[in-house]
């Protein structure tokens, strides 16, 4: 049951074409352009540190908006009100939506993974397991945020906010430009953020090939424990 329902979950997802635009080729269109192209001033090797960027832009994409979204309508046309009245107990509901979201996270990242490498990217292996926990802990987080906000506000509501959380975090939030880019006080504040948070955690594995800060990880995770909670009360599912 849960593997059945994951599947459906990844399958809509990769189906609907704005879902991909979002999650595959603006991230990918980022990689490459802002590889050859030197608008951001990056480290060099510019691609070592435009990957865990762009990682983070991906599961942030799918994890954050794509579920808030999806949620948001799901609850508009009544597909919660029926699934939940089906066998599917409500756990399973949930499992199923998160199992889905990592397939298309680990697609994602796949293919940007191979596009990085044909532009000279070589990950160390410690800095590849690190990725994967950072990735995981991340989609946790980005959706809890994202069923937060898809779950408790209208489905038009949802589709605007969280396509212009994601612009904000996208360009001041961390993700492309650096936080010590920004002024003193400002950077301070985006450090806060879960955004620059996962940023700087898949940077300082895969570009520094060290092991993530503990600041990082507990930004993390307290973002992803406090979305949770107030989800568990705000959740309707219609």
Same mark, same amino acid.
């Given at each position: 049951m849960?593997?059945?329902?994951?599947?459906?979950?990844?399958?809509?997802?990769?189906?609907?074409?704005?879902?991909?635009?979002?999650?595959?080729?603006?991230?990918?269109?980022?990689?490459?352009?802002?590889d050859?192209?030197?608008?951001?001033?990056?480290?060099?090797?510019?691609?070592?540190?435009?990957?865990?960027?762009?990682?983070?832009?991906?599961?942030?994409?799918?994890?954050?908006?794509g579920?808030?979204i999806?949620?948001?309508?799901?609850?508009?046309?009544?597909?919660?009100?029926?699934?939940a009245?089906?066998?599917?107990?409500?756990?399973?509901l949930?499992?199923?939506?998160?199992?889905?979201?990592?397939?298309?996270?680990?697609?994602?990242?796949?293919?940007?993974?191979?596009?990085?490498?044909?532009?000279?990217w070589?990950?160390?292996?410690?800095?590849?397991?690190?990725?994967?926990?950072?990735?995981?802990?991340?989609?946790?987080?980005?959706?809890?945020?994202?069923?937060?906000?898809?779950?408790?506000l209208?489905?038009?509501?949802?589709?605007?906010?969280?396509n212009?959380?994601? =612009?904000?975090?996208?360009?001041?939030?961390?993700v492309? =430009?650096?936080?010590?880019?920004?002024?003193?006080?400002?950077?301070?504040?985006?450090?806060?953020?879960?955004?620059?948070? =996962?940023?700087?955690?898949?940077?300082?594995?895969?570009?520094?090939?060290?092991?993530?800060?503990?600041?990082?990880?507990?930004?993390?995770?307290?973002?992803?424990?406090?979305?949770?909670?107030?989800?568990?009360?705000?959740?309707? =599912?219609?």
């Open positions: 849960l593997f059945t329902h994951a599947r459906t979950e990844a399958a809509l997802t990769l189906r609907n074409g704005e879902q991909v635009l979002l999650t595959l080729l603006i991230p990918l269109a980022l990689l490459i352009g802002l050859l192209v030197h608008v951001v001033k990056l480290p060099e090797p510019r691609v070592d540190n435009l990957v865990p960027r762009v990682f983070a832009l991906a599961v942030m994409s799918t994890a954050f908006t579920q808030a999806a949620l948001g309508f799901d609850r508009r046309y009544g597909v919660l009100k029926r699934l009245a089906t066998a599917l107990p409500r756990w399973l949930v499992a199923g939506r998160v199992v889905g979201c990592l397939a298309v996270v680990a697609i994602q990242l796949v293919v940007l993974g191979v596009v990085g490498a044909l532009l000279g070589a990950p160390s292996a410690a800095g590849l397991v690190w990725t994967v926990v950072l990735v995981v802990l991340g989609t946790l987080t980005f959706g809890a945020l994202g069923v937060l906000l898809g779950g408790a209208k489905a038009e509501v949802v589709l605007a906010l969280a212009v959380v994601w =612009l904000v975090l996208l360009l001041a939030g961390g492309v =430009l650096t936080t010590d880019t920004l002024p003193s006080g400002m950077a301070d504040v985006v450090r806060l953020l879960p955004s620059a948070a =996962l940023t700087q955690a898949l940077t300082d594995v895969l570009a520094h090939h060290a092991a993530p800060a503990l600041s990082t990880v507990v930004t993390l995770v307290g973002w992803g424990a406090l979305a949770g909670l107030a989800a568990t009360r705000t959740t309707r =599912l219609t």
